[in-house]
């Protein structure tokens, strides 16, 4: 029997992880499985043991379940640990192991594919649910010379710069708060592009962006990118990147070997 592997997810019709991974496995040889299981709301537990119990070796967990992932494992990698969301599972013996890729998938994606480094950069985050979360140590950790967390709402961003003081300095406030302050990049990690909408953004802190980055996609650049855009930001990048980056992260946790991702980001790109 192959070792078999999927995403759970609530819609879960669209997911690209078994595309991604099945390129993966071809690419690397390895003979593995990989499917989308839909759960209920009520019933992520319940669809993850039956996985378990017949044989399933890990899990991707994409929306709405990162936290019940987090609270599930029995044992955490240190960043996903830090994260408190998880959206790798990894099944050995009686042990379930959660990692949280997300946020080397974005770093990965910006340094390696894009060719920017974080370092030394100003960096803005915009939002403050799970994917903002997920993303902040990461990004903490390639030293920036400053990190602003900027939400709607803005008292959850200042719950975040406060999770997260012991591991950098980190400034928080609402949008407009940051009108006036200079970015090197400016990454949306809201889910307003979901909603084809466009967080209340002061246009001048594009003046001088490198890189406008959208952890979302679709097939047009989305609302936030085309507003980058036209007030001044250099760059442009959806979350495609990103997502092939955690895709092969994950793959790297459950089978010690690294795929190649420009050729899936190419291939993704192409359907998309
Ligand atoms: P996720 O896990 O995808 O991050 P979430 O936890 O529901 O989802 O968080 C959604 C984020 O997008 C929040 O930061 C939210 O802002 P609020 O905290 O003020 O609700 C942000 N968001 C969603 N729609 C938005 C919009 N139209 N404009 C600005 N921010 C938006």
């Known amino acids: 029997m192959l070792d078999s592997y999927a995403v759970i997810g609530n819609p879960i019709a669209h997911s690209k ?105 100003r960096v803005l985050l915009m939002g403050a649910g799970g994917a903002a979360r997920g993303v902040i140590l990461p990004l903490l950790q390639q030293k920036p010379a400053l990190l602003a967390i900027a939400n709607r709402t803005a008292q959850k961003a200042q719950a975040l710069q406060q999770q997260f003081s012991a591991h950098g300095d980190i400034a928080a406030g609402s949008f407009i708060h940051f009108s006036g302050t200079r970015f090197d990049l400016i990454i949306n990690a809201t889910s307003a592009s979901l909603h084809d909408a466009l967080p209340e953004l002061p246009i001048d802190i594009f003046a001088h962006a490198t890189l406008a980055y959208d952890m979302m996609y679709s097939h047009e650049p989305t609302r936030f990118l085309q507003f980058a855009q036209k007030n001044g930001a250099r760059h442009m990048a959806d979350g495609i990147g990103m997502l092939v980056e955690q895709a092969a992260e994950s793959f790297f946790l459950w089978r010690s070997i690294r795929p190649q991702t420009k050729p899936v980001i190419a291939q993704l790109k192409s359907l998309i």
Not at 86 to 105: C, P, R, W
């Open 17 to 121: 992880s078994p595309l991604i991974h099945t390129a993966f496995a071809q690419q690397t040889n390895q003979a593995l499985q990989y499917g989308a299981i839909w759960a209920p709301l009520d019933g992520f537990r319940k669809v993850v043991e039956s996985f378990r119990q017949q044989g399933g070796k890990g899990l991707n967990v994409t929306v709405p379940f990162k936290l019940e992932a987090y609270q599930l494992a029995t044992r955490l990698t240190g960043r996903a640990s830090i994260a408190q969301a998880v959206n790798t599972l990894k099944f050995e013996n009686d042990e379930i192991l959660g990692d949280n890729t997300d946020g080397a998938g974005l770093v990965r994606d910006i340094e390696c594919n894009l060719g920017i480094s974080i370092a030394d950069k």
